[in-house]
């Protein structure tokens, strides 16, 4: 497992969680076969004592993971948040702002950022541009993205095909989905570069003691 400063990337996205006071139980979905195996790499990497932390077998595609993530979840938690691992250092108060938005009303939220390059749509088939679209209408998403619980399980019950993230499901349902603003230190680590880039993110939050 990739790891982060000497710790796995997956224990630095459940402490991140796990720093938000709202958060106060936290539903791991490890791959259908690794659940023994996560709970252990959990349990080596003295997470906190106070948050409730589950695994549970994910699915064969995301959408059953979080289904299965969901059903694992205490009765009575009204306001569900859908992380990505690979997103280990967003900061708590990107957490909180998520969930004080769900729970001033809106059903579903999501973090995002204005995109600093111009985009371009084109043609898959020839590599043609078909359009460019106003940048200031659009914005890089990011996690935890958060839901109000009653939403997300009929979203998950009744939406299927294709889709890249749980906002993008709800929004089929025709259910309006709010933006706040994201971090640039909630960035995706999937690349060697990203690794970097962390690095330098976790050395200056220590030298600045956080």
């Known amino acids: 497992m990739r790891t982060l400063a000497g710790v796995p990337i997956l224990v630095h996205a459940v402490r991140a969680m796990a720093r938000a006071r709202a958060v106060t139980v936290i539903v791991v979905v490890a791959p259908p076969e690794g659940a023994a195996e996560v709970r ?29 993530g969901l059903a694992a979840l205490p009765d009575d938690v009204d306001v569900v948040l859908v ?63 958060g839901f109000d619980r009653a939403i ?17 499901m709800v929004e089929q349902l025709g259910v309006p989905v709010l933006v706040v603003p994201g971090h640039e230190e909630a960035f995706k680590v999937t690349r060697p570069l990203d690794l970097v880039l962390a690095e330098a993110v976790l050395a200056r939050r220590r030298a600045n003691g956080h």
Do not use: C, F, M
């Open 40 to 68: 252990a790499l959990l349990d080596a990497n003295g997470l906190p004592e106070s948050t409730d932390i589950r695994v549970v077998p994910g699915g064969d595609a995301r959408q059953d993971s979080v289904r299965l």
């Open 83 to 145: 992380h990505d691992a690979a997103r280990p250092l967003v900061p708590v108060e990107t957490v909180e702002a998520v969930v004080d938005a769900v729970r001033g009303g809106a059903p579903a939220v999501v973090p995002g950022l204005p995109l600093a390059d111009t985009v371009k749509s084109v043609d898959p088939e020839t590599g043609q541009v078909t359009g460019t679209p106003q940048r200031a209408l659009l914005r890089a998403v990011q996690t935890p993205q």
């Open 152 to 168: 997300l399980a009929k979203a998950h019950a009744t939406v299927t095909g294709d889709v890249t993230d749980d906002a993008g």
